[in-house]
């Protein structure tokens, strides 16, 4: 079946620098995405969404860019901080029924 | 600030043994997900209730699963009997409505392991 997927399992920045996590997806009807950072031992965190009729949006630190041609979503990290050393899951919405599909995720592994 | 709640955090069973998860949404939110985490893999969706009707269960393995939200505000996951296969992070979410554009907010999860 159609699914969401990433392109990096394990990405390793430098702290201040930028990070910049993909994900692909194949769903053409999917409608609204999320983007959610997860701690070791706890609950997906909410971070970003967007919705289809967008192509940016922008948060504090954060931007999520979507392109619907190639079915690619990516969340940029401005100065990333060993806070932000997570596993980041890219989420896609299809339908009417708020069913969220999520991907394998992207590990962030930011050094000093 | 409101959260999902989950209980308990952590659960060791016996194989072939029944065991229970609960969750208590935030208060107001009339959609009610369950999720199961394999380690280093995204969450999949189990089950999805609206209030107290199942809105989807198509994943959810109903020879040993089962899911109820009775009065359409807590609810419990259980499995019985629990297989080797379940060790799993048993997530909670909840969301204020069905539709587009719907933020699920999640709990810590049920860290199950069966052994």
């Known amino acids: 079946g159609e699914s969401v997927g990433l392109h990096l399992p394990t990405l390793s920045v430098q702290e201040g620098d930028n990070s910049i996590i993909n994900c692909a997806y194949s769903?053409?009807?999917?409608?609204?995405f999320i983007w959610y950072k997860q701690e070791s031992g706890k609950g997906p965190q909410f971070i970003i969404d967007?919705?289809?009729?967008?192509d940016k949006r922008q948060g504090q630190r954060v931007t999520v860019l979507l392109n619907k041609t190639v079915k690619h979503l990516s969340l940029q990290i401005a100065a990333t901080q060993p806070g932000d050393s997570a596993v980041y899951f890219c989420?896609?919405?299809?339908?009417?029924?708020?069913?969220?599909?999520f991907g394998t995720g992207t590990r962030l592994q930011v050094t000093l | 600030e409101a959260e999902v709640a989950q209980s308990p955090r952590y659960k060791i069973t016996e194989k072939s043994q029944a065991v229970a998860f609960w969750c208590d949404p935030i208060?107001?939110?009339?959609?009610l997900y369950w999720y199961r985490q394999i380690l280093g893999q995204g969450p999949e969706l189990l089950v999805q209730?609206?209030?107290?009707?199942?809105?989807?269960d198509s994943q959810l393995p109903k020879d040993r699963f089962s899911a109820e939200r009775l009065k359409g505000v807590d609810s419990t996951l259980k499995i019985q009997p629990a297989e080797l296969g379940d060790s799993a992070m048993y997530l909670c979410?909840?969301?204020?409505?069905?539709?587009?554009?719907?933020?699920?907010?999640f709990g810590q999860g049920t860290r199950l392991t069966v052994v």
């Open positions: 769903n053409s009807a999917s409608d609204y």
């Open positions: 967007i919705r289809s009729n967008m």
């Open positions: 979410a909840s969301s204020q409505t069905t539709g587009v554009n719907t933020e699920a907010f």
């Open positions: 989420a896609e919405n299809t339908g009417t029924a708020s069913k969220l599909t």
């Open positions: 209730f609206q209030d107290e009707s199942v809105v989807d």
């Open positions: 208060s107001g939110h009339a959609t």
